[in-house]
């Protein structure tokens, strides 16, 4: 199944406050909207994908357990209301304690509005890599610092830095490193085999 965008009236535009009663009516859809206030359904995640998402969880975790102090760490549930009105959810994301800390209770029980210091997607099946290539200039246009996007299906990952895409990994045989952004962090693509 691919991502579908919903069709809304002209001139019809959901606020925040309504998106956010929107996606929580319909808990069981992933909905993102992105800059030109479309909303899009996106397609469940295989097993394959999922047990990606959970090996990542497991190596961000056991980063976090140790780095608690640093800031927090968020699953693929989570949507951001970033500046250019877009909400996301990546994979998995960071956001440094003190950037967290200045938002209200309110704004981090919604959508938060802040963009994560770093992200991570991975692409499934269902995904289309220039459009996933595209969200990831859209994270770094909205002042995410360090973004990866990891490809499975062609055992690849691209690092993102403010700069745009800087390095490509070609094999899965390589370790990915959280550099200034999440110090001591890396991830080894061999164990998402």
């Known amino acids: 199944m691919d991502n579908f965008i919903l069709k809304f009236p002209p001139n019809t535009e959901l606020t925040n406050d309504e998106l956010f009663e929107f996606c929580s009516a319909n808990r069981d859809l992933q909905i993102e909207r992105n800059n030109k206030g479309q909303l899009t359904i996106m397609s469940p995640s295989g097993g394959l994908t999922g047990y990606i998402h959970f090996k990542i969880y497991m190596a961000l975790t056991h980063w976090y357990e140790k780095n608690k ?9 989570v949507g951001f209301r970033l500046p250019d009105g877009s909400v996301l959810a990546p994979d ?26 770093f992200i991570i997607e991975v692409r499934s099946k269902s995904d289309s890599l220039s459009q996933l290539q595209s969200k990831m200039m859209n994270w770094l246009n909205n002042g995410c610092l360090l973004a990866w996007l990891i490809d499975p299906i062609e055992e690849k990952a691209y690092v993102y830095r403010k700069a745009g895409l800087i390095k490509t990994i ?7 490193s959280g550099e200034e952004v999440l110090p001591d962090f890396g991830l080894e693509l061999n164990k998402l085999k």
Do not use: C, H, M
Request: aromatic share 14%; net charge negative.
């Open 170 to 176: 070609n094999s899965f045989d390589k370790r990915l």
């Open 69 to 77: 102090e640093t800031g927090y760490v968020f699953d693929a549930s």
């Open 92 to 117: 998995a994301a960071f956001v440094s304690k003190n950037r967290w800390k200045e938002l209200s209770k309110e704004d981090q029980e919604k959508f938060p509005p802040i963009t994560p210091d």
